[in-house]
């Protein structure tokens, strides 16, 4: 068994930027990751909305942050059981590692929705119909293509899969998606300016900084459309493209368009290992993310002491807002350890 | 207090000699209106105006309702100038919102393409030798008697107050679409807070009423009228207007649009008719003056000399509640003294309270 | 009334305080998850009488929701009430118990009751 | 007067009235019956079939061998009570004939038999006479102490749930339980003073001072005698009207008596057959698994019989016939429940018009109708596809592009003139194509096409036509490991009796059995019959649906209806296809092309 001041459960942004916060306040930190590699989401990003920052940049921070003296990291270390121990917390892993520590960090993060679900809208069933990641990494090759290896002529984004839907149980909004929608199409348009893009949706939400401009400036430089209806079923045409159908809300008329390429804006969901931990520890709330005891004076903390919380295993939370989430979740550890040794 | 945007725009009068373009449907509708205008003009203020003989149509109706080319339309305005320029005048006043609207789009044509001007000068010349200069100034009476309407108010016998209760009138004040809003900052207040009619009804002592539909066309809407199958569309319009002033109890309409007027007036005996629905007091309608009646009246005009008897909607009532004294029996007597005959009953808007 | 060769047009504009909200409300009663609509439109795309006609769900359920009636029974005899927009509603609307009632409640058909 | 005392006048005239009520209902229910209906008993009535209702009449209505079946201790309580009754009756009225020497005694003679027959043992047989009376007795009355703990606490007789009464089920039920004791206490006290008894009553009887017998006698078979009078004069209008109903409902059933589209005669016969044992609400899914327990057929039964129908009663029903499959007294609950939603027609009005025909494709075997629904499932139809591919199947998809419902949707809410408008509509499309077959994916165009349409050729669900297609050899599947549990689609199973071709077709799959197979299988909560239901509740029927269903975490639930799919796929517990996905995804004409599907595969998140 092997003492830590604290262990970080989870090698994200939230992870990560927590362990660094603390390592430099002198504590020992353990930072363990399930996965080969670090970095959890972020891994597959290309840029982050709203400044098209290369995520690759963010990576190199981060990866220069997890080097810190005081941290030591573990790769492959999926947590299995987290337990109480008198005063001290025992975290154990699938590849046998055993810590305990006066204090853990819970930032397991999230899991996407699995578009399976939505059978209707033909993921898994039909080529063309790919997830919001799946884009992504598209993108960061340089490749947006069809099944067939074509250039797509025309590109559909589709919003709210997963996310405020009854039938699956999601009754929440994912907040990141609206916003990365935009994020896409301009992506998209700057690779292929002849593409024709198109975002379906529901509501815009539109309420981070710069947001609005970057909506703006996806209408006003980049072409794209925005029609507010809800695609309702896919179905293949003669030549292997797609054929989205929805009701135009605002002419009152349904539409129906063909598409090379659909992209389901997938929602956020609680990782496994946020609703397996959160179970074994109890502090699971709604839809299985993690509750704190208080949302607006102690966001880190949850009933348990020496138990934290940071990042996107609480709620859907963009880069920016996890950052400072962990940030402040390492002020709080912090103060917590101190008022241990005195 | 609060910011009041509409005194950034103001209408420019000129002070003295003008030449007055009547009305079509003015003079034809409301036979004393324009008579009593230039009377007020010249014997109150003092001031020289032109009543030309030789006047004509603006074609404004025709050009609204799409049928007058503009060419055509441009010419017609040149001659009326032409007849200004002859007569030695350079202030054009047109009774009439429609010619006032129509005169100032088309000199603000000629500002933007002087060419057109150039043409419009040799059409004119080809036409019938005539020769025009652009008037100096374009203001609508309306403005005029805005102008002076202080110095009008020590010459009234009577005010806009209910000698019943002694309170002031309700007034529902309606400016024709085109007398502010086609140029809204070259009139008092724009489009949004017309001050005109406010102004006067304010110094007179009445109350102005601001409802819901208070900036909505009257219903005349040109073609809509013009065009038998498009009538029930302009009759809704007014009925909205109508609809929408009846809970607040106005005493009467005033107008300075002779369109207005006479929609306002005539399709309440049309909304009668048709759907059995009456506004104002007693199944009376609501009556609608004109400005110039209405300062005519309230100066001690004799109403019958003024024409109020050519209405649809009786002013008898208003009459008695301003305290305006009228001799019943000479309502329908002619300038030769005959007695001209009185006007059928329409079936549900009644002419005399309490029969 | 005179016949003066045309009629005056009826308002187009949906007048909240002289509508019938009342019916509405009926609806709700029975079809609870009616208040949950977004008029996303989905139900509309997915129709199988919209292959037919020009069946608007959503349009006919706003409409019924304002009080505005008119023309609104006949719209609703186009639904065959197979359900499949039911199936794709995100926010579980039973949009095709929406449809019965109003359906029910527009033309006022009755149940057969036994002798 | 020998053989009479007054106390027989309230027995009498009880008797005499309820003979009158249920005679005159007899007469005006079946002067009510449908045509149809009426030609179906001229028919059959001389007919072999009379003596096979009889002989149901014996195990149904007097030994209740269904309700033992499902439950014996519930089968006993019915039995002693109805058999046992039967029987003392029988029984008294063979001891009075020889008692009296007559056949035609009075009629109360053997109801209050020992009460006369003080020297109760001077005829032939008297002892064992005596003694089956008192044993029948003792069965009735140790049925009427079930029934009093069934009342009190119905888990101890295995029911989760039992009927709430009426106020006239409350008096019969009352002076039902007093009539066996008050018998009992009558025939002891008259034993215990002349000695007339048999083992029980006699041994009650000593138990009963001798001071008090005397007086006590005539009072208790007073008591006795009302107790009958009010169980005579409630019944015809309480739920004990079943008891003769149900003989009449035997006959007309066996006569061929159909339930129909309108309501009629044979209607109320049903209605007034209910017994209410409440054996329906337990069957029923909105009770155990949506916490519903007051719209159940029992209640919409009583509810229609006493005329106080609310909307939410007829029309909150899943209609998956799990009601009627365990109904003891055999009633078509759904078909009832089904003529009471029926709405009334508006005349001369035209439904449907706009819906132009679908041009239909001539010279083709088979014609695919996916249905509404499977519009929304597309690995249906694209499995269907492959399958008809492999198979090489001239076929032709009739509602790729521009379907028209079948109709049934339209009918299960009442609205039969509309539904019979898309019928016609689809049947002229589907019959002028000249095919040999029609298939589909949906268990209700199935059951629609099977039931409402009068088509020029057969219609299989594709269950039975895939299974048709491996038994003929003309698609082979792998053999796979994955293993599977069936789901019974309401209206494919209850609804049309298919049950064994979807397990042939997975016999080549590792097909493993729940707890709630065939006729007893669950409804998914999808259905398209509650038009009441919220989504909230339909859930909570899906999710129990599904946990018993995936209790031995098979790889893969196996439907055969789009509806079911569509409710289990987003309970998020297994991996749900439909019974074409699974056979298209391991066929072995492209098994050449591809390797057969494997478990890892199967695994959803």
Redesign the interface.
Same mark, same amino acid.
């Given at each position: 068994m092997n003492k830590a001041d604290v262990v970080v459960i989870g090698g994200g942004p939230a992870g990560i930027e927590a362990a660094y916060n603390l390592a430099r306040d002198n504590h020992k930190v353990v930072l363990v990751e399930k996965e080969e590699e670090i970095f959890g989401h972020m891994q597959t990003a290309y840029t982050l909305f709203p400044n098209f920052q290369d995520a690759s940049e963010i990576r190199s921070s981060l990866l220069q942050k997890t080097k810190h003296g005081n941290i030591t990291l573990y790769n492959n270390a999926e947590v299995t059981q987290v337990s109480r121990e008198n005063d001290f917390w025992r975290v154990q892993t699938i590849n046998g590692l055993d810590f305990i520590a006066p204090a853990v960090l819970l930032a397991s993060g999230f899991k996407t929705f699995d578009a399976r679900y939505k059978e209707e809208l033909g993921y898994g069933i039909y080529k063309g119909v790919i997830t919001s990641v799946e884009f992504e990494e598209m993108l960061k090759v340089g490749k947006i293509q069809t099944a067939n290896g074509e250039k797509p002529r025309r590109i559909a984004f589709l919003n709210c899969v997963g996310s405020r839907d009854e039938k699956v149980g999601n009754h929440y909004c994912s907040r990141v998606c609206c916003i990365n929608a935009v994020k896409l199409s301009i992506e998209a348009k700057k690779q292929l300016p002849e593409v024709e893009a198109y975002c379906f949706y529901m509501d815009i939400r539109m309420s981070g900084q710069f947001y609005e401009e970057l909506y703006r400036k996806s209408q006003e430089d980049f072409d794209v459309n925005y029609i507010r209806g809800r695609i309702s079923e896919v179905a293949p045409t003669f030549d292997n493209r797609l054929q989205v159908k929805c009701e135009d809300t605002l002419s009152q008329t349904p539409l129906k368009m063909t598409v090379d390429l659909l992209v389901l804006m997938i929602g956020i969901e609680a990782s496994e290992g946020t609703a397996r931990i959160g179970e074994q520890v109890g502090v699971n709330g709604e839809y299985n993310f993690s509750k704190s005891i208080s949302l607006h004076t102690a966001d880190n903390k949850t009933k348990h002491r020496g138990f934290f919380l940071a990042g996107t295993c609480k709620r859907p939370l963009t880069v920016p807002e996890t950052m400072a989430d962990a940030r402040a979740a390492a002020l709080e550890i912090d103060l917590y350890l101190k008022s241990l040794s005195q | 207090m609060k910011k009041q945007y509409w005194t950034e725009y103001e209408s420019k009068v000129a002070d003295d000699h003008y030449y007055y373009e009547r009305s079509c449907i003015r003079q034809s509708f409301f036979t004393g209106s324009e008579e009593v205008f230039i009377n007020i003009v010249r014997d109150l203020l003092g001031k020289d105006i032109a009543d030309d003989m030789n006047l004509h149509t603006c074609s404004g109706i025709g050009y609204y309702s799409g049928v007058v080319p503009l060419d055509t339309t441009m010419t017609v305005v040149a001659r009326l100038f032409a007849l200004m320029t002859e007569a030695g005048y350079k202030n054009f006043v047109p009774s009439c919102i429609t010619s006032f609207g129509l005169v100032n789009e088309v000199v603000d044509m000629w500002h933007h393409f002087p060419e057109k001007l150039e043409q419009i000068r040799g059409y004119l010349k080809e036409a019938n030798g005539k020769e025009f200069d652009v008037p100096e100034n374009i203001a609508h009476p309306c403005d005029i008697i805005y102008k002076y309407r202080k110095e009008l108010k020590e010459k009234m016998k009577y005010s806009l107050t209910n000698v019943h209760t002694g309170k002031p009138l309700k007034v529902v004040e309606h400016i024709g679409c085109h007398y502010a809003k086609i140029f809204p900052r070259q009139v008092k207040g724009g489009a949004e807070f017309p001050q005109v009619l406010v102004g006067m009804i304010q110094e007179w002592g009445g109350e102005v009423v601001d409802y819901p539909e208070r900036r909505h066309c009257c219903g005349f809407g040109f073609s809509q009228y013009m065009v038998? #199958?498009?009538?029930?569309?302009s #009759? #809704?319009n007014s &009925? &909205?207007k109508l609809e929408s002033m009846q809970p607040f109890k106005p005493d009467f309409i005033l107008a300075n649009c002779p369109g207005c007027t006479m929609f306002m007036d005539r399709w309440q005996y049309?909304?009668a %008719?048709? %759907?059995?629905i009456t506004y104002g007091e007693n199944g009376m309608g609501i009556p609608v003056l004109t400005y110039e009646e209405l300062a005519a009246i309230l100066l001690g005009y004799n109403p019958w000399d003024v024409g109020l008897q050519t209405h649809q909607v009786q002013v008898e009532p208003l009459l008695d509640k301003m305290g305006i004294k009228y001799d019943p029996k000479d309502k329908y007597v002619g300038k030769s003294g005959a007695f001209l005959g009185e006007p059928e009953k329409p079936?549900h808007l009644k002419v005399k309270a309490y029969e | 009334?005179?016949?003066?060769?045309?009629?005056?047009?009826?308002?187009r504009t949906i007048d909240l305080d002289k509508s019938d909200l009342s019916a509405y409300r009926r609806v709700v009663e029975k079809v609870p998850s009616a208040k949950l609509c977004l008029m996303c439109g989905a139900c509309t795309a997915t129709c199988t009488a919209r292959n037919h006609t020009d069946f608007n769900f959503r349009k006919v359920h706003l409409l019924f929701r304002r009080g505005q009636f008119e023309g609104l029974a006949e719209e609703l005899d186009k639904c065959m009430l197979c359900g499949k927009c039911r199936l794709v509603c995100n926010r579980g609307v039973n949009t095709r118990a929406i449809i019965y009632n109003m359906r029910i409640i527009l033309e006022n058909l009755n149940y057969k009751s036994i002798k | 007067m020998m053989n009479y005392h007054p106390f027989v006048i309230p027995f009498t005239v009880g008797a005499l009235f309820l003979f009158g009520v249920v005679f005159y209902k007899f007469y005006a229910w079946i002067a009510a019956l449908d045509r149809k209906q009426k030609f179906m008993v001229k028919q059959n009535i001389f007919s072999f079939k009379t003596i096979r209702a009889i002989g149901e009449i014996f195990r149904e209505a007097l030994v209740h061998r269904n309700i033992y079946r499902k439950n014996p201790v519930l089968g006993y309580m019915h039995m002693s009570l109805a058999f046992g009754w039967f029987l003392l009756i029988v029984v008294g009225k063979i001891k009075a004939s020889l008692y009296a020497g007559t056949f035609f005694e009075p009629p109360w003679l053997g109801i209050f038999f020992n009460f006369f027959a003080v020297d109760g043992h001077a005829f032939s047989h008297s002892e064992m006479l005596t003694f089956t009376m008192d044993f029948l007795l003792l069965i009735i009355l140790s049925g009427l102490a079930l029934a009093i703990i069934k009342r009190v606490k119905s888990s101890l007789l295995g029911m989760r749930k039992t009927t709430k009464h009426s106020r006239f089920d409350r008096i019969a039920l009352s002076s039902l339980w007093f009539i066996f004791p008050l018998r009992l206490m009558a025939e002891s006290t008259t034993a215990s003073l002349h000695g007339n008894g048999g083992f029980l009553t006699n041994s009650v009887g000593h138990l009963i001072p001798s001071t008090i017998a005397p007086y006590a006698e005539l009072p208790l078979w007073w008591a006795y005698s009302i107790s009958l009078f009010v169980f005579f004069v409630a019944l015809p209008y309480s739920r004990y009207m079943h008891i003769p109903t149900e003989v009449v409902l035997i006959f007309l059933r066996n006569w061929g008596a159909d339930t129909g589209e309108q309501l009629s005669g044979y209607t109320d016969i049903q209605l007034n057959s209910c017994s209410r044992c409440g054996i329906c609400i337990d069957a029923c899914q909105l009770n155990f698994a949506a916490g519903i327990s007051n719209v159940q057929s029992v209640y919409f039964v009583r509810d229609a019989r006493y005329k106080t129908l609310s909307d939410e009663v007829v029309n909150n029903c899943l209609m998956c016939g799990r009601c009627s499959n365990e109904c003891p007294v055999g009633l078509e609950l759904t078909l009832v429940r089904q003529q009471f939603r029926n709405k009334q027609e508006i005349p001369g009005k035209f439904y449907y018009e706009y819906t132009e025909p679908v041009e239909s494709k001539a010279g083709v075997d088979v014609i695919y109708y996916a249905g509404c629904m499977t519009h929304l499932t597309p690995s249906i139809i694209i499995s269907m596809k492959k399958i008809f591919e492999a198979a090489g199947v001239n076929y032709w998809f009739m509602d790729e592009d521009k379907g028209v419902c079948c109709g049934r949707p339209l009918r299960q809410q009442g609205f039969i003139q509309q539904s019979k408008n898309l019928v016609i509509k689809n049947s002229r499309i589907i019959n002028s194509a000249r095919a040999k077959l029609l298939v589909t994916s949906c268990p209700i165009c199935y059951k629609s096409f099977r039931e409402e349409y009068n088509l020029n050729l057969p219609v299989m669900h594709h269950t039975e036509y895939i299974e048709g297609l491996l038994a003929d050899g003309r698609i082979t599947l792998n053999a796979s490991n994955v293993t599977v549990v069936y789901h019974d689609p309401c209206e494919l199973g209850r609804g049309a009796n298919i049950y064994e071709q979807p397990r042939n077709i997975l016999r080549n799959f590792s097909l493993i059995e729940s707890n709630y197979e065939k006729e007893n299988s669950l409804c998914c909560g999808g259905s398209l019959s509650d038009a009441i239901l919220d989504l909230r509740l339909q859930l909570k029927i899906r999710d129990h649906a599904l946990g018993e269903l995936t209790k031995d975490k098979p790889d893969v639930l196996v439907t055969a209806c789009p509806l079911c799919k569509k409710s289990f796929v987003h309970g998020n517990k297994a991996r749900v296809m439909d019974i074409a996905e699974i056979v298209a995804g391991n066929l072995k004409v492209i098994a050449s092309k591809k390797r057969p599907v494997r478990k890892e595969e199967l695994q959803l998140v």
């Open positions: - | 038998l #199958a498009n009538r029930g569309y #009759a #809704a &009925k &909205k049309t909304i %008719e048709t %759907e059995g079936t | 009334m005179k016949d003066l060769g045309f009629s005056i047009s009826q308002s | -």
